[in-house]
């Protein structure tokens, strides 16, 4: 009876592995396919049936695509966007948060719902105020004008409320009696204790912001030297004209993503599952 448990057992694991390993393929395939053609040639590319594997890869289009397409001052411009953008989020974000969790100010519950409602709104409805807000302010066409409207966000206020929240109160009422101040506590308790939390927004922030398309191509029309790596891969095609190159530009924008994700999986999985378990 006992044996036959156990064989019963290795088949569940043996299936839930197969599933898995399935998955997971349908889920890397594309990457691969995308970093398999930006080493081929432009014929390879084009061929039919599709070339899947090769033996002489083209490193060189990598080469190509960072002197000439010019993917090296893309990457410069999309890193600085990108940094700006995550830190204010991650600081504007925690400190609103904290706010939310443990302060008491008047129609503090009001300005929450507030907050909360602007995640129903996508960003293509504020697109032309968002315009016109920074052409009025003069930023249009500079790096201020494409981090301004990102500089918070509810998502993020919302995602480190919860986290907060999970803090017990005992906690709270201990570090008051200790003599801490808000920043004292939020600094040396509140933070360190929502890790994982702030990680999976540092994250998504990044996603987010590394991601843009439609706000960088509104905004960097007429002004080259900020144009991002999203908006810049497009117009390699002009100067390069070659299929393979724009598909290595693309490689090089996929890599830091991949990184970023390997190096943080771990606390995105905790800030997931936190509160699964009492």
């Keep these: 009876m006992a044996s036959k448990h156990v064989r019963r057992a290795r088949v569940n694991k043996v299936v839930r592995y197969a599933v898995l390993t ?8 594309p990457l691969y396919i995308v970093f398999l053609d930006a080493v081929l040639s432009n014929s390879q590319i084009a061929t039919t049936p599709p070339t899947l594997f090769t033996f002489h890869p083209h490193w060189n289009n990598f080469a190509v695509a960072w002197r000439v397409g010019g993917v090296s001052h893309y990457l410069f411009n999309s890193i600085l966007q990108t ?46 105020t968002n315009v016109q807000t920074v052409s009025s302010l003069h930023l249009f066409g500079s790096t201020v004008g494409l981090v301004i409207p990102f500089l918070a966000t509810g998502t993020g206020i919302f995602l480190l409320r ?17 003599g801490y101040s808000n920043m004292q506590f939020l600094r040396r308790v509140a933070v360190p204790l929502a890790r994982p939390g702030i990680a999976a927004l540092a994250v998504f922030s990044f996603l987010g912001a590394w991601n843009q398309y439609l706000w960088p191509l509104i905004l960097t029309d007429n002004n080259v030297s ?25 490689a090089i924008a996929v890599f830091p993503l991949l990184v970023i994700l390997i190096f943080f999986q771990k606390h995105l999985v905790r800030s997931l599952t936190a509160g699964a378990v009492k």
Excluded: H, Y
């Excluded at 399935?22 to 395939?29: E, G, M, R």
């Excluded at 443990?102 to 602007?118: A, Y």
């Design 162 to 178: 919860q986290a907060f929240m999970q803090i017990p109160k005992e906690m709270r009422e201990a570090a008051v009696i200790d």
């Design 22 to 29: 399935v998955f997971a393929i349908i889920i890397v395939f």
């Design 226 to 250: 900020i144009r991002t790596l999203q908006i810049g891969i497009k117009s390699i095609g002009g100067g390069v004209d070659s299929a393979n190159v724009q598909i290595a530009a693309s």
């Design 83 to 128: 940094s700006i953008i995550v830190m204010a989020q991650l600081v504007t974000s925690i400190l609103a948060a904290f706010a939310f969790a443990f302060l008491d100010f008047p129609f503090k519950r009001t300005l929450f719902v507030i907050m909360i409602s602007t995640l129903m709104i996508p960003f293509e409805v504020t697109l032309v």
